[in-house]
Every structure is written in C-alpha cells, then in structure tokens.
C-alpha cells in the first residue's frame, strides 16, 4: 500500500534522547512531489522512469516473476529479464555465487517480508532468531526462533530469492565527500552533517550488513563467484580523479562490481514521497515507499522486539534497544504526535544524566546520535529513532527511547501515522 508520509516541528527539545525539532533535511521542497521533479534533481540516479530508488535497485521481476527454464535469452545466450529497467547492466544479479549461504538467503526473504534480522550478515543470532519467531507467529507455525523444517517450507515461495547479487557502485558515490566524525561533541556540532565516513560504511547501510560482511562477499576486491575470465583484480571502471581522492580510505569504490546481500522492498514508486531530502534518505537506505499501513504497535521491554499489527495480524517485526536503568521504557499506551525526518539533536548533558555541562546542537545525518528518523510520541520526551550503530541494537541499552537500525526505524516511518496506537509492554 503507498504511504504518504508527515513530518512535524517539534516545539521543544525532547529531553531523554536529545533531539530538537526539524521539519526536515530539505523543508524547501516539502511542498513539491517526486513526480514533479525532474530526476536529475533528485541527487542521485535513479533505476527508472518507475521506480525512483538508486540504480541498485532489486530487480525482483527476475526473481517472482519469470521462470528462468522459459526467459527468452539473447544472441549470446544471456537471458532477457521481463520487468527491466535500462540501469540492469547495473545490476548483474545472475552472477553465480561461490557458495550456497542459507542463512543470509532466510535473512533476505525475511527483511523483504518486514521481519527485520537487524544486520543481515549470514549468521544465526538474536535478531535473526527474533525474525524467525514473527514469521512463525504471523503464519501460524511453531515459534520457535529456529530455521526449522516447517518455517523452511513456509519460507519455500520465495527460494527463487538468491542470497545475495551483484550491483555497480554509481558513478556519482565518487563525488560524494566522505569526513571523520570526531569524538568531541563541540567539534561534532561544528560540521554541516553527521552524515557517513566512508564509502564502505554508505554501502553497508545500503545493503543491511556491515563493512565486515561486504569484504568476505568480495574477497581480493572481486565478487565471491568471479572467475579470473569475467573479472580481475582490478575488475571495475576506474573512477575520476576526485573518487581516487574521496575514497582513498575505502575498500570499495566507485564503478565498482560488487556482491552484497539481496535486499529487495526497495522500490519507491514515483510521486509517493514528499520531501525530497526524504526520499534521497530512503534510496541510501533502500527502503521501498510502499509499505503496509498499521494500526498498532507493541514494543516489548523483555523481548527486545517491535511488534506492528493490521488488526489482529502482525504484519512486521523488528529488533530494537528500548530504555536503561536510568530511562526505563515507558510502560503504557500512547499515541504517534508526528515524525521529523533528518533531525538535528538537541545534547544537554543535564538532561542525559551527565551532569551540568554546555548544550550543543548536533547536525542531522545518519551518524547522529537518533539516526534518520525521529518519530515523536505523547510521552513527553520518549521517541523512537534510528542509530549511528545497527551492530548495538538489542544489545545495548538506549537513553529511554525505542532505538532501531536506521533502515527499520524508516521503514516504519511509512507503515505509522498519527492513527497508529503504540503500546510499551514488560
């Protein structure tokens, strides 16, 4: 279902987590649809006249849509993919993998389904074991948080899905300044942006994984599966002078062909979202517009879980780090007062219980301290926000607000509104 999405200005600081109020990155062009924009002023690429996510877009239509056994192929033998856009010599999903990984192929499936593994890194753990356990509960099936037989057979419509593919780095990351974020507080609120570091930790973003996981899909630079007859140590386009500079601290680049995991849900349908600075944050971190609408949602203090219901029906689920000793979760019901997207952040460090100390003003951007996306609640002073950290979530404690990764806490953005009812439970 397409969303439209509202964002609010926040009177006062919201004092638990920190944030100050903002309309958005780019409130200028709030008033403006996608579709009335042209797209190269979007600030990015985009996969197609249909479809304004970046040029990496999943290209799902090979993978439900055809049979591979029946694809018409070309005159070297290569299929022809129905539903393409011109940017699939892009997205060179077909490329055989070096190994079957079945973990991430279940993390995969999973994340496009809206149970969220956290970081999809090919492992069991306790995001994936909490993904596992909402599908079970939404298909009726034993709960078991385990990959077992009746959740693979539950999960076989979609074994098509491979676990991961192989895109092209744009060209235009190579014009993107990449910039430490220092330590200090007083030098962080002196920078424009907390936006990311590297190249390498942009694309992880993209891809739901980390820097980490990339590198083992990409050994020696070359995607996993790559022969030295179709690719070479130095397999890519070379990039321009200011990409070398740019990224220079970077294992990837860009131009580059690389293997990542397949995320897919990424589609954001033209016209659908409002702010520009919004949908440029949506296409990073490929999040798709069309996201279900929901009534209700549960977040669960001892489960570390968020749950999010039409009606009775858990439609998704996500891992989340919910309060502390010194900021518990609020326990009890209340409403959505509105989102700020790309929010700044308000530090006083009196109201964080750091004692008395200067107040600064932080710049938005995804390495902030609430992430992208800052969902304002009738608690006064609760929210629930994204991280500069999706490796922590579940594991460490917030200062009393509901924590997501970056790419989980926008995709709910879309699912909510201010209709949406929001339970904090034990």
């Known amino acids: 279902m397409k969303r439209s999405y509202f964002s609010l200005i926040l009177a006062l600081p919201l004092a638990a987590c920190g944030l100050n109020g903002t309309e958005s990155a780019d409130s200028d062009a709030e008033s403006e649809t996608a579709q009335a ?10 996969y197609g006249d249909d479809n304004y996510a970046d040029t990496m877009a999943s290209n799902d239509a090979a993978y439900t849509s055809i049979q591979r056994n ?41 994340d496009r ?26 298909n009726d099936l034993e709960i078991t948080g385990q990959l077992d037989n009746a959740t693979e057979e539950a999960l076989s419509e979609w074994s098509r899905i491979p676990a991961t593919r192989v895109v092209t780095i744009p060209a235009g990351w190579g014009d993107i300044e990449f910039t430490d974020i220092p330590e200090d507080t007083a030098a962080k609120a002196e920078m424009e942006r907390l936006g990311y570091k590297s190249l390498d930790e942009k694309l992880a973003e993209r891809f739901h994984t980390t820097v980490e996981v990339l590198r083992e899909l990409n050994p020696n630079g070359r995607p996993a599966g790559a022969s030295a ?3 070479s140590g130095n397999p890519s386009p070379t990039p321009t002078a200011s990409g070398d500079a740019e990224e220079s601290d970077s294992y990837f680049r860009a131009g580059q062909q690389i293997r990542v995991p397949n995320i897919g849900a990424d589609r954001i349908a033209p016209g659908s979202i409002t702010d520009r600075g919004w949908q440029q944050t949506l296409a990073a971190l490929g999040v798709g517009s069309e996201q279900p609408q929901v009534d209700r949602i549960v977040v669960s203090k001892s489960d570390d879980t968020l749950k999010a219901y039409q009606g009775d029906t858990l439609v998704a689920m996500f ?6 000793s010194q ?17 700044p952040y308000s530090y006083d460090p009196e109201v964080l219980g750091e004692g008395e ?63 949406t009812q929001v339970i904090f439970e034990e």
């Open 37 to 46: 924009e042209p797209a190269e002023d979007f600030g990015y690429e985009t």
């Open 70 to 110: 029946s694809a018409p192929t070309d005159e070297d033998g290569s299929e022809q993919l129905s539903g393409s856009s011109s940017q699939d010599t892009n997205n060179t999903s077909d490329m055989p993998d070096s190994e079957e990984r079945p973990i991430m192929q279940a993390q995969v499936v999973l």
């Open 113 to 138: 389904r809206g149970f969220g593994p956290g970081v999809i890194d090919g492992r069991m753990g306790m995001s994936t074991e909490n993904a596992l356990r909402g599908f079970q509960e939404a």
């Open 229 to 231: 007859s179709n690719s």
């Open 319 to 324: 891992t989340v780090s919910s309060g502390s």
């Open 327 to 343: 900021f518990p979760l609020p326990i009890g019901e209340w409403d959505i007062v509105g989102e700020a997207y790309n929010p």
């Open 357 to 419: 100390g200067e107040t600064y003003t932080l710049p938005p951007g995804p390495n902030g301290p609430v992430g992208v996306i800052w969902i304002d609640l009738s608690k006064e002073h609760y929210g629930i926000h994204g991280t500069p950290d999706p490796e922590t979530i579940g594991r460490a404690q917030s200062s009393g607000c509901v924590r997501l990764t970056n790419w989980d806490a926008a995709r709910l953005a879309g699912m909510v509104d201010q209709n």
